[in-house]
């Protein structure tokens, strides 16, 4: 992700009541009708593959991501937040305007209607993972 992306997120949380410390990041407002996202429930790939295998599935989503439709922006906060912890992700949806349909963030929406769909590969890694030895 890019610095300037990196930054233009940082201020938006920042303008949306989320202080940052050196290592962590602080709500200082809630909206309680924001829904709480969580890790996807466990799942298996068809097949095994490997963490490399993951990885190139992952890139080449977010790579062709912007081209399902949506906001470029907004593909971006999704990416984030798919990388974050919890908590870091909650505050990045938050702060980029997502609504959360599935609070596995699997499906989401922005704020003008547009759908956003992720899969589960670049949510969480699947059961049967093949770990390198």
Same mark, same amino acid.
């Given at each position: ?33 924001? !829904?709480? +996202? ?11 593959? *490997?963490? =490399? /295998? ?17 906001? !470029?922006? +907004? ?11 919890? *908590?870091? =992700? /909650? ?43």
């Amino acid at each position: 992700m890019h610095y300037s992306t990196l930054s233009k997120m940082k201020e938006a949380l920042e303008n949306r009541g989320y202080i940052h410390t050196k290592d962590r990041m602080w709500l200082i407002s809630s909206d309680k009708n924001t !829904k709480k +996202i969580r890790k996807p429930k466990p799942w298996k790939h068809s097949e095994p593959i *490997t963490r =490399a /295998q993951l990885k190139q599935m992952r890139d080449e989503f977010w790579d062709t991501a912007p081209h399902y439709g949506g906001r !470029k922006e +907004i593909w971006d906060a999704l990416q984030a937040a798919a990388e974050a912890d919890l *908590t870091l =992700a /909650q505050a990045i949806v938050d702060s980029a305007g997502v609504i959360v349909q599935a609070p596995d963030l699997t499906i989401c929406y922005d704020e003008r209607g547009a759908k956003y769909e992720l899969p589960k590969y670049v949510l969480s890694e699947p059961n049967n993972l093949i770990h390198d030895s």
